[in-house]
């Protein structure tokens, strides 16, 4: 069988129009005033010559794409039938509590993939304003299995919590991961050769402590996944910014049985998608190489995402 892409991408804010305009003082829980139709429609745009430019330079569509920071089923119903994807995508999607309202999701093409099962893992922790107790509720992780050809795949979608409440946001991702990593590793007991593959946005560059601990256990003596994206990182790719320093929290992980010989599926190469046309043309050249993004801030910008895609290839073996 020919070669596969499976693709991660946190599109920064894919909101459905917003139905009124707001007032300096009052911000919706998006952050983004005038959030209109036609920001939408430029946005949905932007979206598809994403994947235009990725078929033009690789040769092919993802048969998977995780997504991040995606509102509502209008949102993904407005994307599958954009022509890029030929009536031949489907996806899953379910709300989540987070309190700005952004999901993570899966898009998939149904000509290659059947859907087998999908669930949600949700996390609340204990927070507080002033001194009053609150739940604190985080996107989910999404689960779904799916049959590709004689194999299955079992594909866990997350965007973890920011690195903005620095300590805090430590804490909880590590929670998640530690409970995600059990998971893991009760079905890797049952199966060692299960075709396991974890995308997201992490909040972490591959060599922070929560995903070096995410990928090995018992002192690191027992490798649970793999992470590729560690020697990308290494070398410098990057799939975000902050300020000027570069970042690759967008990462897709992987069940050793990728690399076992008797296995039908492979892994071939780990990819960040930082194509010229995704990048910013800034009139100072002062953010050489940064994702062209829909915002700044406040400010309008009409790019593309604060992030680059990335991928990985993987193939089944012919037999």
């Known amino acids: 069988m020919a070669p596969e892409l499976v693709v991660f991408y946190n599109t920064e804010n894919f909101y ?10 009052d911000i919706p829980k998006s952050g983004l005033r005038n959030w209109n139709e036609a920001r939408y429609q430029n946005k ?9 430019y990725l078929r033009l330079e690789e040769g092919l569509l993802p048969m998977l794409i995780g997504l991040a920071e995606i509102e509502t089923n209008q949102v993904l119903e407005d994307i599958v039938n954009q022509d890029v994807f030929k009536g031949n995508y489907a996806f899953v999607h379910y709300d989540s509590p987070d309190q700005r309202g952004v999901d993570t999701a899966l898009l998939y093409d149904k000509t290659k993939l059947e859907l087998l099962y999908s669930e949600v893992y949700s996390e609340i922790f204990e927070g507080e304003i002033g001194m009053l107790p609150v739940p604190s509720t985080t996107r989910d992780i999404l689960y779904a299995r799916f049959r590709y050809g004689p194999v299955e795949l079992s594909i866990y979608v997350l965007h973890l919590p920011s690195k903005r409440q620095k300590e805090v946001g430590m804490a909880k991702r590590k929670i998640i991961l530690d409970k995600l990593q059990r998971k893991i590793r009760d079905k890797l007991l049952q199966n060692p050769l299960e075709n396991i593959v974890v995308m997201g946005d992490f909040n972490e560059n591959p060599t922070e402590a ?3 601990d995410f990928v090995a256990f018992n002192n690191k003596s027992e490798i649970v996944l793999i992470n590729f994206f560690e020697e990308l990182y290494n070398k410098k790719k990057f799939s975000t910014f902050h300020r000027s320093e570069g970042l690759l929290f967008d990462q897709i992980i992987l069940s050793p049985a990728f690399l ?4 039908s599926i492979e892994f071939l190469h780990a990819k960040v998608f930082d194509s010229r046309h995704l990048i910013e043309r800034s009139p100072h050249n002062k953010k050489r190489g940064h994702p062209f993004r ?8 009409g790019g593309y995402s604060d992030h680059f895609p990335v991928f990985i290839k993987i193939k089944i073996k012919v037999k």
């Open 16 to 25: 459905a129009p917003q139905l009124k305009q707001y007032p300096r003082s």
């Open 44 to 52: 949905l745009l932007k979206f598809t010559q994403v994947f235009n």
């Open 210 to 212: 929560n995903l070096q």
């Open 260 to 263: 076992e010989q008797e296995n």
């Open 294 to 301: 829909t915002y700044a801030g406040t400010r309008y910008l």
